[in-house]
T-cell receptor, first 111, second 111 residues
């Protein structure tokens, strides 16, 4: 069953805590992306990676970190430096013909 | 002026009506245009992908691009309650370029 799997579906962060959101894909797509979505806002790009072991900052990278050690996985860490982390986080992959496909999302909330 | 403008709605229409969703944009270099449908707390799903001007039809959905007016539309015929969702327009200059998203229009189809 091909697709993009994000986990967990819901995540809670305590003050000063780092949390990691998982994104796994078995579509064999090279490029992977992390977006943040706030109510009434569009999708804002956090980080993206076009190839293993390489990634670039998006528009709102501060307070976030990523790694891309293998093609299938692109985890996002929300660090304690991100003061307003409550949002819906979306992982996406991009095909060879450049279409963007999304996972089902992770809702992060602060306790 | 924002690069992509989209009325947030909500837009409420009776079942069976034709729905018209629209976006305007400021960057005349955009060539690739997309429409995504997003159900509540789910990832966006690619509905339509078009290049340059003209119309593209897929079942009950028609995407229209008017580059001279910097205006794109998505028409939904014979609307169903299951069409109730948020619709996001998106566009890019090149196939592999950064994708810019509108904020989305919330659509309610009334039974």
């Amino acid at each position: 069953d091909g697709g993009i799997t994000q986990s967990p579906k819901y995540l809670f962060r305590k003050e000063g805590q780092n949390v990691t959101l998982s994104c796994e894909q078995n579509l064999n797509h090279d490029a992977m992306y992390w977006y943040r979505q706030d109510p009434g806002q569009g999708l804002r790009l956090i980080y993206y990676s076009q190839i293993v072991n390489d990634f670039q900052k998006g528009d709102i990278a501060e307070g976030y970190s990523v790694s891309r050690e293998k093609k299938e996985s692109f985890p996002l860490t929300v660090t304690s430096a991100q003061k307003n982390p409550t949002a819906f986080y979306l992982c996406a992959t991009r095909t060879g013909n450049e279409k963007l496909f999304f996972g089902s999302g992770t809702q992060l909330s602060v306790l | 002026q924002k690069e992509v403008e989209q009325d947030p709605g909500p837009l409420s229409v009776p079942e069976g009506a034709i729905v018209s969703l629209n976006c305007t944009y400021s960057n005349s270099a955009f060539q690739y245009f997309m429409w995504y449908r997003q159900y509540s707390r789910k990832g966006p799903e690619l509905l339509m992908y078009t290049y340059s001007s003209g119309n593209k039809e897929d079942g009950r959905f028609t995407a229209q691009v008017d580059k001279s007016s910097k205006y794109i539309s998505l028409f939904i015929r014979d609307s169903q309650p299951s069409d109730s969702a948020t619709y996001l327009c998106a566009m890019s200059v090149r196939r592999d370029d950064k994708i810019i998203f509108g904020k989305g229009t919330r659509l309610h189809i009334l039974p």
